[in-house]
C-alpha cells in the first residue's frame, strides 16, 4: 500500500467560497493510504509547494494529489515541485475541484463538498496504479522550414537564418514579397512599402544559410517535433534560373499579353515575363498556359533571342527533399473573391475596383505608374467614394470577423488620393474606426482634418452606373439622411480571407484551421505562434488578419519560439502515451486507421501494430478501438480509468 | 430623405465661412456628442449642436440655418470647455448667427418690437440675451 498525501487548494475563495475545504481535507484524511491531508489558501504559492515538498519528506509519501484548478493551469508546477522533493512527477496527479467542481456549482454548497471528495477520491484511485516514467529523449535536427515568401515568411526566415539555422524557404510564386510588393506605401508612417520589402529580399538571396524556392509547394511531409522529412514539388519554370540574368530581352519580343493577376487585372503582363519588374529573385518564368509554344508549338522568340540560353522549354518539375526539426505556416491571405461577392458591381462595372487594385493604382511601378485613373476611360476620377466592410462584419451573408487593416489602408487612400487630386472629394462609408495601433488614431484624425476626408457611418446599399457616373447609395447615420453620390471611382475594402489551399497544407501537416479557414493557434493568449501540432509554427495573416507591423512582429515570435526548440540538445517528451501488450496484438490494424497522428504502424515482420513513441499524444483513440485489449496509456490504464469511474457510480 | 452629395456640396462656401468666422475646421469633429450632452439648454433645441456641425460640413446650409440651436445657444462656454477635440463649438454658434446677421435680411431670433407690454420690465436680462448677437468673434 502506498502512502499518499493529499493537497487541498482554496484558490482564494474560488474553491473554499463553495467547498467546505476544511471537512473535504478531513474526511479524506481518514482514508486508510491517505497519511497526509491538508488545505491552504494557496497551493501554488512558494510557500505551499514548500507543504507538498516537506509532506513528501517527512512523511515518505509515495504519490501525491493537489487537489486545486485544472491541469492545464499548474500540473507542471506541482510535478516539479514534487520532483524536487525526490519524488518521480508521474506520482503527482491533479483533481480539478475548481473548473470542475467550485465554478459550476457555486449554489449548491453541499453537493459541491461531496462532489469535491469524490473528485479527489478518484484521483487517488489513479495515483494507487501510477508508475514511475521518465521524460522521453529524442534527437532533434537544427533545420526550419518556411512555408511563404511574404513579408511574415521572409522575416522569421531571416530572423532564424542569422540566428545560424537553416532555413528552407518555399514560396509558392515565382518571387519574394507577397501582398507586401503589391502595396504603395504603409500606415501609418506613409513609408513606401517596396524599398523596405526589396532589403530584406535581398537579403535573403544572399543569405547563405537560406534556401529559396520559387514555384515550389510542400507536398509531402512524414516525421514529428524535430524530425520532419519533407518533400518539396518545385514546378518548372521553363527557364534556367541559374542562366538567366533578367535582362529582359524574352519579355520584349513575348507577342502573348494577358491581364496581370499581380496588378489586379488592371495591367498586362506577357507569357513570359517577371512577376513585377524589380522582382527579387529577378528571373523570368513562362507561363504554359498562355505561352504559344505551349499551345501549338507556334512560337519560340524567347528562345531565339535571350543571350544565356536560359529558356528550356523541356524543363520538368523536380521533388526536392529535405530534413527539417520545425515549420512555419506563413501562407498569408487573399481578398474575398469578386464571384462569391456579387454587390455592389463587383467584378461588373470597371470603375469599382478592391484596396489591392487601389493600391497597384497608387504604386509608382503599378499599371498606371503610380496616377489615380479611371479603369473604364482613364479620367482623373473627382469624386471617390470608399466601402469598408465589405463582406466583414457580415455574419448573415459573408464573414463575421473585422480584416483589420481596412479602415487604416483606407485612410491611408483617401489621404493620397487627396494629395494628388486635390479638387477632388473623397467620401468614406464605414461603420466603426478600428485605429488601436501605435500612431494609429493620429494619422487618421490628421487624414480627416488636413486632408478633409468625409467619413459618412453606415453601409452602402446600392451601387449601379448611371449617367457614365457610379451612383453610390448609402446613410449617414449621424443625420439620419439617406446619401446619393455620383462617384466617378469606388474602392471596396474587402474582406481578408485565408489564402487558398491553406486547408489541403494544413490537413498535411495536422494543424488545424477555424470555420474559417485560419490556422488554429495552440492558445489565443499563451502560446500564440505555436499551432496545435508540435513544431509547426504560425506567422502572418494565415493565422488572423494582421497589418505588417503585428506580422512582423508575430513572424519573430515565431523564430524566437523555433530557436529556444532547436537550441536544445534533446527534445523531451510527455512519456503519458500509449504502449502495446505484444503478446496480444492481433495485428488486425485497426488503430492504425483510427489514430490521428499517424503515430500506430503496422509491424508485418511480427504481425503486431507498433507505437512511434515521439508521434503519439496520447489522446487513447487506439485504446478504446482496441478489440483485445492490447494497448493501454501509460498512467491511465483500463484499471485505473475503471477504478476512476467506479468512484463516481 | 435622400440628399446627394459632391465636391461641391461638401465642405462648401457656406461651411467654409462658418469656419473662417469661428476659426474652427469642422472635419475635426468626432461627433461624439460630447457637446449636445453637457448643453443646459438643449433639450429645446430643434438640433443638438454635434448635428449643427455634422448638417454644417455636410453643406445644408437652409436646413442649418432655420433651426433655433444657435439663437438658443447662451454662450455658457459648457461645450467649448468639453469637447475633446478642442473645437470652440460656442465660435461655431456665433459664427451661424454671424453668418445670418450678416445677410441682408437680417433678423434677431427675437425682436424687441413684439415684445408683450411690461415683458421687458419683467424678465431678466439675461433670460432672452441669447436671442441675440454675442459679439464673441
Known sequence: MRRLGVFICHCGVNIAGTVDVKKVAEEIGKIEDVCHSIDYIYMCSEPGQQLIREAIQEKQLEGVVVACCSPSMHENTFRKAVKTAGMNPYLCEIANIREQCSWVHQKEKEEATRKAMEIIQATLEKVRRNEELEPLAMSINRNVLVIGGGIAGMTASLDLAQGGYEVFLVEKGPALGGHMAQLSKTFPDLSPAFPNLLAKALEIVSHPKIELFCCSELEEVKGYVGNFEIIIHKKATYVDWTRCNGCARCIEVCPVEYPSSFDRELGMRKAVDFLYPNCVPKRVKVTPTQCRYFQDRSCRKCEEVCPEKAIQFDQKDERIHRKVGAIVIATGFDLFPKERLGEYGYGEIPDVIDGLAFERMLSPDGPTRGKILRPSDGRVPKEMVFIQCVASRDPDRYMPYCSRICCMYTAKQAKMYKEQVPDGQPYVFYMDIRSDGKGYEEFLQKTIEENGVLYLRGRVSRVFQEDGKVKVWGVDTLTGKGIEIGADLVVLATAIIPSEGVKELAAKLRATVDKHGFLTEAHIKLYPVESSTKGIYLAGCGQSPKDITDTVSQASATAGKIQALLSTDKLFQDPLIAYVDETVCSGCGICVEICPYEAREMDYRRGISIVHVALCQGCGACIASCPNFACELRNSSSVQTLRMVDTFI | ?137
Not at chain 2, 473662417?20 to 475646421?25: C, F, H, T, V
Request: with cysteine.
Open chain 2, 1 to 137: 430623405m435622400k440628399i446627394e452629395l459632391s465636391r461641391d456640396k461638401v465642405h462648401n462656401e457656406f461651411a467654409k465661412k462658418v469656419e473662417w468666422i469661428s476659426g474652427q475646421n469642422l472635419f475635426a469633429c468626432y461627433q461624439c456628442g460630447n457637446c449636445t450632452a453637457g448643453c443646459p439648454v438643449a433639450f429645446a433645441m430643434d438640433l443638438g449642436p454635434h448635428e449643427v456641425i455634422r448638417y454644417t460640413l455636410l453643406g445644408l446650409e437652409e436646413e442649418v440655418l432655420s433651426v433655433n440651436t444657435f439663437w438658443l445657444c447662451a454662450s455658457c462656454l459648457q461645450c467649448s470647455s468639453r469637447c475633446p477635440k478642442g473645437i470652440d463649438i460656442a465660435r461655431v454658434m456665433d459664427a451661424l448667427r454671424m453668418v445670418i446677421l450678416r445677410k441682408k435680411e437680417r433678423r434677431d431670433y427675437l425682436q424687441i418690437s413684439e415684445f408683450p407690454e411690461g415683458f421687458l420690465e419683467r424678465v431678466p436680462q439675461i433670460a432672452f440675451i441669447s436671442g441675440f448677437r454675442k459679439f464673441l468673434s
